[in-house]
């Protein structure tokens, strides 16, 4: 079954400066009408995604599958997320044990719509 549209979708190809730069992540705050600390930037670079989000303000996830990131020497500064994972998995029960998941507030009818479908369909595929 194919998931609805995702919005905002924000690639490469939009007007906005590569990761680290936090502008895309802002841009979805702002299209949403939150805050970034109401953010969870999740991403498998500590250089690009842990700081993208942390200079936006997010809460940030480092999603490391290979083991990339066993140095703890790697974390300075910016990079330093704030939760590391090694699996989707784990994410998923980060998510749920850990903060409080609200639609934010403030969409549009129709994206508000788009948002309850994928998680339903995610919560069907999962089940």
């Not at 790697?74 to 998941?101: M, N, R, W, Y």
């Not at 479908?117 to 089940?127: G, I, N, P, S, V």
Request: proline share 9%; charged share 20%.
């Amino acid at each position: 079954m194919p998931l609805p549209p995702f919005v905002p979708a924000i690639s490469r190809e939009c007007q906005f400066p590569y990761k680290p730069s936090p502008e895309a992540l802002l841009h979805i705050c702002e299209t949403w009408g939150i805050v970034p600390s109401e953010v969870i930037m999740i991403g498998d670079s500590a250089k690009d995604d842990v700081v993208c989000g942390n200079r936006a303000g997010a809460v940030t996830i480092l999603l490391d599958t290979e083991g990339r990131y066993n140095d703890p020497a790697l974390f300075q500064g910016e990079c330093k997320p704030t939760v590391i994972a090694k699996s989707l998995a784990e994410v998923h029960d980060l998510l749920q044990s850990t903060f409080e998941l609200l639609p934010p507030q403030g969409l549009h009818d129709k994206e508000q719509k788009q948002l309850e479908q994928q998680k339903q369909l995610l919560e069907q595929q999962q089940a």
